[in-house]
């Protein structure tokens, strides 16, 4: 699992986050200037952000407490989100 810190959080990404070929790289820059964030049920939280060639992306995390977050799925956003977005 590879690590980043962020202002806020730690981010560690969980090899299942890279099943839809995002490298590490672009699913921190996701998290980090996410667009749109809902915590879901069961200690989940989607963001909605720009990979680092501007797609956007769907990444959900874990919270695993103590401020650290753990990626469990990351891929390019499906249009079921748009209306996540700001100003849509």
């Given at each position: 699992m590879r690590i980043f810190r962020s202002p806020i959080r730690m981010l560690e990404i969980h090899p299942?986050?890279?099943k839809h070929g995002l490298s590490d790289g672009d699913i921190e820059h996701a998290v980090k200037h996410a667009m749109s964030i809902d915590d879901q049920?069961?200690?989940l939280r989607l963001y909605l952000g720009p990979a680092g060639d501007a797609d956007l992306l769907e990444v959900v995390t874990a919270d695993e407490g103590q401020d650290r977050?753990?990626?469990i799925h990351a891929m390019k956003?499906?249009?079921?989100?748009i209306d996540f977005l700001p100003g849509e």
């Amino acid at each position: 699992m590879r690590i980043f810190r962020s202002p806020i959080r730690m981010l560690e990404i969980h090899p299942s986050a890279r099943k839809h070929g995002l490298s590490d790289g672009d699913i921190e820059h996701a998290v980090k200037h996410a667009m749109s964030i809902d915590d879901q049920d069961d200690n989940l939280r989607l963001y909605l952000g720009p990979a680092g060639d501007a797609d956007l992306l769907e990444v959900v995390t874990a919270d695993e407490g103590q401020d650290r977050e753990l990626a469990i799925h990351a891929m390019k956003m499906r249009p079921k989100y748009i209306d996540f977005l700001p100003g849509e």
